[in-house]
């Protein structure tokens, strides 16, 4: 069955910086985008990244456009996002998703996440 | 930027009952390839949300027939017929026919 499952998140001080990890399994992960997204305390849903099945092609949201980087490592199954010049907005819970494939559109599994707190 | 709007933000469904929850986009979410690009999840409270829906109509795996997807181009609703607990949760739509995806702020069903 197909498993998500983030690392890496913490307490940080605002300017600092973190590296999440979402390693996958259950599925053929070279052959899928694999998606950020966040959720800060009591909030909704905000998409934050995706890299597409290659590595070829990224996007990001305005909102973390030039701080945030997403990466992959198709041998070791795992998806990356490197968060630098944390804000305190940036806390939330980061779960990795993984696209719906050719069909494109949707989510169709999520990781449990893991949580970032940017505080002083 | 795609905003996507639920216009109830809570929902209080007598068990056995039908219920419905709508979705509108400021933009068309029909591409030219005839899809409608707009997914429905569901989050239980202390997990992930779960994909329910998607391309406006089709049921995901395992999702029961009781839950459907209607509409086109910015207006879309999610039935939940014979509301049963454990369809309690925040439901999420989310559009995806611009690589910035974004999501509806939700609508909490609880049960009465």
């Known amino acids: 069955q197909v498993q998500l499952v983030e690392s890496g998140g913490g307490v940080v001080q605002p300017g600092g910086s973190l590296r999440l990890s979402c390693e996958a399994s259950?599925?053929?992960?070279?052959?899928?985008?694999m998606h950020w997204v966040r959720q800060a305390p009591v909030q909704g849903l905000e998409w934050v990244a995706l890299m597409s099945y290659d590595g070829s092609s990224t996007y990001y949201s305005d909102s973390v456009k030039g701080r945030f980087t997403i990466s992959r490592d198709n041998y070791k199954n795992t998806v990356y996002l490197q968060m630098n010049s944390l804000r305190i907005e940036d806390t939330a819970v980061y779960s990795c998703?993984?696209?719906?494939?050719?069909?494109?559109?949707?989510?169709?599994?999520w990781g449990p996440g893991t949580m970032v707190t940017v505080s002083s | 930027e795609i905003v996507m709007t639920q216009s109830r933000l809570s929902l209080s469904v007598t068990p056995g009952e039908s219920a419905s929850i709508s979705c509108r986009s400021s933009?068309?979410?029909?591409?030219?390839?005839?899809?409608?690009?707009l997914s429905w999840y569901l989050q239980k409270p202390g997990r992930s949300p779960q994909l329910l829906i998607y391309?406006?109509?089709t049921r995901a795996s395992g999702v029961p027939d009781r839950l459907s997807g209607r509409g086109s181009g910015t207006d879309f609703t999610l039935n939940i017929n014979r509301v049963e607990a454990e369809d309690v949760g925040i439901y999420y739509c989310m559009q995806a026919l611009q690589t910035a995806w974004t999501f509806g702020q939700g609508t909490k069903v609880e049960i009465k």
């Open positions: 998703a993984k696209d719906g494939g050719y069909l494109g559109g949707f989510f169709d599994y």
């Open positions: 933009q068309s979410l029909l591409h030219n390839n005839g899809n409608n690009y």
């Open positions: 391309l406006g109509s």
């Open positions: 259950g599925f053929n992960f070279s052959n899928y985008g």
